[in-house]
């Protein structure tokens, strides 16, 4: 670990966060190696095993990533990988590289509606036997399986019959209560939660010193990138389009997650904002965390969602 201590750091979260943007900006400071995704089926399959609860043995999954990093370390002086896919890894990549973390998040409804327009849960799931983990099934991409996780058994059926967007909510509000629980288990210096709707320069700067990043990147520079964000999708749904289904299943699955992360959920207080809202930024310190989660959290097991798949 202290060959590691110091040079490694994560962005994870649920996707559709920020995640790809955040690598992008720390792409262009002097030191920094900066990957977003490295490896999509590595890590997709051990999120996959962690979330089943698989007994696969982590050594795989870490060898791969120790040789990316030892890789990043010979030109570089900070290794960094934002990925969605390693949001359940947490605590192993911690173990092994005293890892620092980045969970981003962002507004619900906008996750929700960008994985819509990426067709999510699409498709349906086929998943017979339940005390099994589900077998594979052949979408786009071999990753897509993996990552896109499903409830644990007893919560499937509740799920199959909801709304997309209902499926989708669970989804933002499991991925971000399981990194909450997994960060809680860490000493608090090693992390930090970061809202994407409020990304400015100067928030930036307290992140990229809580990575222990020299300063390089100016501001002129970094507004002009948070006018270029990658896999900005036009033409994507809003609250606005919601029926009312979709809105009570949204609203019932995002709450536990959205008042611990201090995020309005009722459809009704929500403005149909477009992904194309200007991005600024906002830290919370773990200690301000813990003060507005108010207890420790512990793995919430999956709430409702459907067998829409895809």
Not at 90 to 119: H, T
Not at 135 to 157: I, M, N, T, V, W
Not at 206 to 225: N, Q, V
Not at 240 to 269: C, N, T
């Amino acid at each position: 670990m202290s060959d590691f201590s110091g040079k490694v750091a994560f962005a994870i979260g649920t996707g559709r966060c920020g995640t790809q943007f955040l690598s992008k900006v720390l792409h262009h400071e002097r030191g920094v190696a900066s990957t977003h995704e490295r490896n999509p089926l590595n890590e997709s399959f051990h999120r996959y095993c962690q979330w089943y609860r698989l007994p696969v043995d982590h050594e795989g999954f870490l060898q791969t990533k120790e040789r990316e990093i030892q890789k990043d370390l010979q030109t570089h002086q900070f290794s960094f990988e934002a990925s969605a896919f390693l949001s359940l890894s947490v605590q192993e990549l911690f173990e092994r590289f005293d890892a620092r973390f980045i969970s981003m998040v962002r507004r619900p409804d906008q996750v929700v509606n960008s994985f819509w327009s990426k067709n999510w849960y699409a498709e349906t799931a086929v998943w017979q036997d339940k005390i099994k983990a589900p077998g594979y099934q052949d979408l786009a991409k071999e990753h897509h399986f993996f990552s896109r996780l499903l409830p644990r058994a007893g919560e499937f059926a509740q799920w199959e019959g909801m709304s997309r967007v209902g499926k989708l909510a669970w989804f933002w509000n499991t991925v971000n209560l399981e990194i909450l629980a997994q960060l809680q288990k860490l000493p608090q210096e090693q992390w930090r939660i970061f809202k994407l709707e409020e990304l400015n320069y100067q928030t930036y700067q307290t992140l990229r010193d809580f990575l222990g990043i020299k300063p390089g990147l100016s501001e002129g520079s970094y507004k002009a990138m948070t006018q270029e964000r990658p896999n900005r999708r036009r033409h994507i749904l809003t609250v606005a389009d919601w029926s009312d289904d979709q809105i009570a299943d949204f609203e019932s699955q995002v709450k536990p997650a959205a008042e611990q992360l201090g995020y309005e959920y009722q459809v009704h207080h929500l403005s149909p904002v477009s992904e194309q809202t200007t991005q600024k930024h906002i830290l919370l310190r773990p200690k301000k965390m813990l003060q507005i989660i108010g207890k420790k959290l512990v793995p919430q097991a999956i709430t409702k969602d459907s067998a829409k798949y895809g």
